[in-house]
Nanobody
Framework: QMQLVESGGGLVQAGGSLRLSCAAS????????LGWFRQAPGKEREFVAS????????HYGEFVKGRFTISTNNAKNTVYLQMNILKPEDTAVYYC????????????????WGQGTQVTVSS
């Protein structure tokens, strides 16, 4: 079983930045593809970003448009999501997840999930 714990969420003004972190424990971190999803009230969970098991490939949701960057630090068993130029529509609970696949971009491909961290962007 892998445990994932997100941190770094909070309240930020539009145009600002946040860096989310997700610390993993319980299994070999580098054996998993990792991803970030988000869910706003009344909406379905949405793909944000993913990074392959090797760390060589990344994918982003269409709405990201170059504003977010996913990265990992294998020595710290941590995956990050750097979010810049935040917009009010980015307000959501952000979840990190781990997949046994080499690369995964849909929620059904992820076996382990964190509890989420709230990001609120004020206008």
């Amino acid at each position: 079983q892998m445990q994932l714990v997100e941190s770094g969420g909070g309240l930020v003004q539009a145009g600002g930045s946040l860096r989310l972190s997700c610390a993993a424990s319980g299994r070999t971190f580098s054996s998993y593809a990792l991803g970030w999803f988000r869910q706003a009230p009344g909406k379905e969970r949405e793909f944000v970003a993913s990074i392959s098991r090797s760390g060589s490939t990344t994918h982003y949701g269409e709405f990201v448009k170059g504003r977010f960057t996913i990265s990992t630090n294998n020595a710290k068993n941590t995956v990050y999501l750097q979010m810049n130029i935040l917009k009010p529509e980015d307000t959501a609970v952000y979840y990190c997840a781990a997949s046994l696949r080499g690369l995964a971009t849909t929620a059904v491909e992820y076996a382990f999930w964190g509890q989420g961290t709230q990001v609120t962007v004020s206008s």
